[in-house]
């Protein structure tokens, strides 16, 4: 049977560590935390369950090794995106364009308490219409 993913070459250097190696499940995390990885992301990637690269990175008796094919998928979509990453890396920066500003978007300052009353001093309404003015949706008051 020929897979849809093309098996590493003997002589390729795999970016990860034999999956039946201790270091195996340390690398696979470093890796994809190093790329920004989710485990949900590498696992779309990848074409297996969030759950399967979970267990893969367990460090403890939960974990599972992969089958050969899987470990093939994960090292080949790991080499490439650490390839990608690696040219995204050396290439300039894109040009930033500056920010739009909508608006209608900001929010209004919040009203200020009337001159000369202290927070301690203002009314429960005055406190309400406050927090309203800052946001807020609810306001809930416990004595």
């Known amino acids: 049977m020929i897979s849809a993913y093309s098996r590493l070459p003997e002589n390729a250097m795999s970016v990860l560590p034999d ?3 201790a270091e195996f499940a340390p690398a696979l ?15 779309a990637q ?20 992969p089958s050969r094919e899987a470990y093939d998928r994960l090292s080949k979509v790991l080499a490439t995106l650490l390839a990608d990453s690696a040219s995204a890396a050396a290439s300039p920066p894109p ?9 209608a978007a900001v929010p209004a300052p919040a009203a200020p308490l009337p001159a000369g009353i202290l927070l ?24």
């Open 120 to 143: 301690a001093d203002a009314t429960l309404e005055q406190l309400i219409a406050r927090a309203k003015a800052m946001g807020a949706k609810k306001v809930t008051v416990e004595f």
């Open 29 to 43: 995390k470093a890796i994809r935390k190093q790329l920004q990885l989710s485990r949900t992301a590498l696992a």
């Open 46 to 65: 990848v074409g297996l369950s969030t759950a399967a690269i979970q267990r893969y990175e367990a460090q403890d008796g939960s974990n599972i090794k």
């Open 95 to 103: 040009a930033v364009t500056p920010p739009v500003t909508v608006a």
């Open 19 to 21: 999956f039946e190696s």
